[in-house]
């Protein structure tokens, strides 16, 4: 009796067990299966997944990279801008560091094209443009790979403005006390001799640096005869 009990516990907790756990059927393993499958990636969705990632990144390296270039000249370009305008300061107050006298004029020099530098002189030879009778100038160098590509300026010519370019240097030269600019091209002095007058007083006349990066992205810098000072698009008028 003692027996029989022990097998009808026994079978009661087996029973008790398949309620709680049951076990799967076949019909219910074929069923679940291609739900099984279908929550995976296969390979073949995974490399697509994996070649738009690598693709998408490389894109924003590259306008990544570009976009820092192009900052980096327009920068360039406003440092330029501002020593020309320290350059313009100079002519106007007359630094006493290099002339005793407070008779000369300060000006920028970029003495050929292309040019990787640009000098601030005082033109203590008083001859407008800058020249080893000079005091030593102040160097600025351009940052490497970044480069002056061409040197412009714009004049009068009848009733329209004619912009000339591959000029081999470029002196702004500013004299006390105007602000204006003198600009003189390819070594010619537009500088009248002991009048501390320039020849060219026409206000639609300019200068125009063009600044240019390993990528060929541009940034100019543009300086009017009456002294105006500002950094422009390559494709914006020098007036």
Request: hydrophobic content about 35%; some cysteine.
């Amino acid at each position: 009796m003692k027996r029989q009990f022990t097998v009808y516990g026994l079978h009661l907790i087996a029973k008790a067990l398949r309620i709680l756990h049951p076990q799967p059927t076949a019909n219910h393993r074929q069923s679940t299966l291609p739900h099984a499958r279908q929550r995976g990636f296969t390979l073949i969705e995974l490399l697509v997944v994996i070649g738009i990632i690598i693709f998408i990144a490389a894109l924003i390296m590259a306008n990544t990279n570009r976009f820092g270039g192009l900052t980096t000249t327009q920068d360039l370009a406003y440092d330029m801008a501002l020593s020309i305008r320290e350059a313009q300061q100079y002519g106007i107050s007359v630094s006493d560091s290099e002339c005793a006298a407070f008779d000369c004029a300060f000006g920028i020099h970029i003495g050929s094209n292309p040019a990787t530098s640009y000098n601030l002189f005082a033109d203590t030879s008083h001859t407008g443009i800058y020249n080893n009778n000079d005091a030593a100038p102040t160097t600025y160098q351009l940052n490497a790979g970044y480069q002056i590509s061409d040197l412009c300026v714009t004049f009068p010519q009848g009733n329209s403005d004619v912009e000339t370019c591959g000029h081999t240097s470029l002196d702004l030269l500013f004299i006390r006390p105007d602000p204006e600019a003198c600009i003189s091209v390819d070594g010619s002095s537009e500088l009248v001799s002991n009048t501390g007058k320039c020849k060219t007083t026409n206000p639609n006349y300019c200068a125009r640096i063009k600044i240019l990066s390993p990528n060929n992205d541009e940034s100019d810098v543009v300086v009017t005869a009456t002294g105006d000072i500002s950094v422009v698009a390559p494709s914006a008028n020098c007036l």
